[in-house]
């Protein structure tokens, strides 16, 4: 058990760049979430996978957001067109489907600075 | 929908004292889990425990200890003889199944200093 793994750490890029995160989940897990969690708040729900399946997305997560899992495994969040209001801490997670309501394993994060 | 409020936003204390943070959350779902996690400084987050909505009997984990009331919609996180190291954000959060997601709903936190 390695943990979950998120790349880049930090990411400082320019408002109206594109930018991509990357997060490789437990191996055996196939429940993937990714969460936003801005200072002085806790982390909130943005997307969820089931193997390469997107089931849920929240409202929070706008049109230029997109969030990618193929085969199953890693799991990508692309922002298009950062905004300042994107700057914020970016955390995946992962569980086991079965049995239910599994813990959920934090990575790291990713912080996104727009300048 | 789900809720989850917790008060205390800060709450420092001296080593060895005892502390209790508060969490209350609202859902209409009969079926639903509770969790904590611990936050440190260095960012990721822990899990401490998860708790079901039809088990209300009390935990005990070493200094760490829960006390869950559905009468009060409450989960409570008592930890005993605090240490430096306990410092950091907690973080109470609800799951319920609808959808099929299981994704957390956070409170906002409670940053605990433990000061020597």
């Known amino acids: 058990d390695t943990g979950v793994s998120q790349n880049p750490r930090h990411k400082i890029t320019k408002r109206g760049q594109n930018v991509t995160f990357r997060c490789d989940p437990i191996s055996e897990h196939n429940r993937l979430y990714w969460y936003r969690q801005t200072l002085g708040q806790g982390p909130e729900f943005l997307t969820y996978f089931q193997n390469e399946a997107q089931l849920e997305k929240s409202r929070l997560l706008s049109d230029r957001f997109s969030a990618e899992r193929p085969k199953g495994s890693f799991s990508t969040l692309e922002i298009q067109r950062t905004e300042q209001g994107d700057s914020a801490m970016y955390l995946c997670a992962s569980s086991n489907r079965d049995p239910t309501f599994q813990p959920q394993h934090f990575g790291d994060g990713t912080r996104l600075s727009i300048l | ?116």
């Open chain 2, 1 to 116: 929908a789900q809720k989850v409020t917790q008060a205390q936003t800060e709450i420092s204390v001296v080593e060895k004292e005892d502390v209790t943070l508060d969490c209350v959350y609202e859902t209409r779902d009969t079926t639903y889990y509770l969790f904590w996690y611990k936050q440190p400084p260095s960012g990721e987050l822990v899990f401490l425990i998860r708790r079901n909505s039809f088990d209300e009997q009390n935990e005990i984990s070493g200094r760490y200890s829960w006390n869950f009331q559905k009468s009060t919609s409450s989960f409570n996180f008592t930890i005993t003889a605090s240490q430096v190291v306990d410092s950091a954000v907690y973080f109470c959060a609800l799951s319920v199944s609808q959808g099929g997601s299981e994704k957390l709903v956070f409170g906002k936190g409670t940053k605990l200093t433990v000061n020597p």
